[in-house]
């Protein structure tokens, strides 16, 4: 059915109307959006700004931050260096041998004295170096100790520590609160009144003494000749471990000093001195003597065992008694003189 006439001029009005709202209307929009803008940019610009601003100061805090962190971290290392360097000087004050045995905050080092120093002598050394003979103040640490100089000294040796009559103070001052004397002593008899511990066994009426035990000695008794003291200091070597020593190190330490290290201790035979030289021959001759404190005519002689630590001349060569030298070191010397006799270096 066909719309009428008026019907279809409605239908163009009506569109014509809808057409001319959508058009007022996306005007009215568009007007709108341009009013939202041009009101909006000053703000937006403004947080932009803000936001490149907040930014900015948040990358400066960052790189402030990171600055301090990093001075900080400098401050450190210059601490820790200053740290170390003053644990070195205090170290190189004390003369704490770096191979030292370290318990419990202490350090400990053996210094072997074949040619025998007496219990002053051994605790004015000790305060040279920065610290004391040593002190034992409980049974751990005579077994920790006890355990060091096992690996390093002769059987039968005593050597000296820092105590002596009246026996209740060390020479630190500390009281003494342990003791671990042999049975029967200390007893005082000939004059015996400085403290010794002992690598070895003896025994005789009234006393009895193990080893690791104690025994008071006269200030310059013999025993001691073949031993020498203990040093120890109330602190530690920063990175030093406890030294286990090997029969081995032992050797390889003693050859550092000595042609042959244990001459005085036993007898020698022909395989321990073949293959040494002339000179180095009469180094190891000239060394029994030099053990106990001989002096030399020779200055070439006596420059070399100046150099040795272990060596402290006082005995002029003709004040020296060959009945200072034991049974081994007396054949030894004959050994040796033979030997240089058959290789046509006498």
């Excluded at 029967?184 to 025994?203: K, L, V």
Aim: hydrophobic share 30%.
């Amino acid at each position: 059915m066909k719309l009428s006439n008026y019907r279809k001029q409605d239908m163009k009005k009506m569109l014509l109307a809808m057409a001319v709202f959508a058009a007022v209307a996306a005007a009215v929009i568009a007007a709108g959006v341009r009013y939202g803008i041009k009101k909006l940019k000053p703000k937006v610009e403004t947080a932009l700004a803000e936001s490149k601003e907040q930014k900015a100061e948040q990358k400066r805090m960052e790189e402030a931050k990171q600055q301090s962190e990093a001075e900080q971290q400098s401050q450190k290392e210059d601490e820790w260096e200053t740290k170390q360097e003053n644990k070195q000087n205090e170290t190189e004050s004390l003369h704490i041998p770096t191979d030292c045995f370290e318990y419990k905050g202490h350090s400990y080092y053996y210094f072997e004295q074949a040619g025998g120093i007496t219990w002053e002598e051994a605790k004015e050394k000790c305060e040279e170096r920065g610290g004391h003979l040593l002190t034992i103040a409980s049974k751990k640490e005579q077994k920790a100790v006890y355990g060091y100089i096992n690996q390093y000294v002769g059987f039968d040796c005593d050597l000296w520590i820092g105590i002596r009559e009246p026996w209740e103070t060390w020479v630190t001052g500390e009281p003494v609160s342990y003791t671990n004397w042999g049975e029967g002593e200390p007893d005082g008899s000939y004059g015996q009144c400085y403290g010794a511990i002992c690598n070895g066994e003896r025994s005789g009426y009234g006393y009895r003494i193990d080893e690791g035990q104690w025994d008071d000695l006269g200030n310059d008794d013999e025993t001691v000749s073949r031993g020498g003291y203990i040093c120890e200091w109330d602190t530690t070597v920063e990175g030093s471990q406890p030294v286990k020593v090997t029969k081995e190190t032992k050797r390889q330490e003693k050859e550092k000093d000595y042609i042959i290290p244990d001459s005085g201790a036993r007898y020698l035979d022909r395989s321990d001195i073949e293959g040494l030289g002339k000179e180095e021959l009469r180094l190891a001759r000239n060394e029994v003597y030099a053990r106990y404190g001989r002096l030399f005519d020779d200055e070439a002689l006596q420059n070399y065992f100046d150099e040795k630590d272990w060596y402290h001349g006082s005995i002029k060569p003709e004040d020296f008694k060959d009945s200072l030298l034991n049974e081994y070191e007396k054949q030894n010397l004959y050994l040796i003189l033979d030997y240089e006799e058959e290789m046509g270096y006498r």
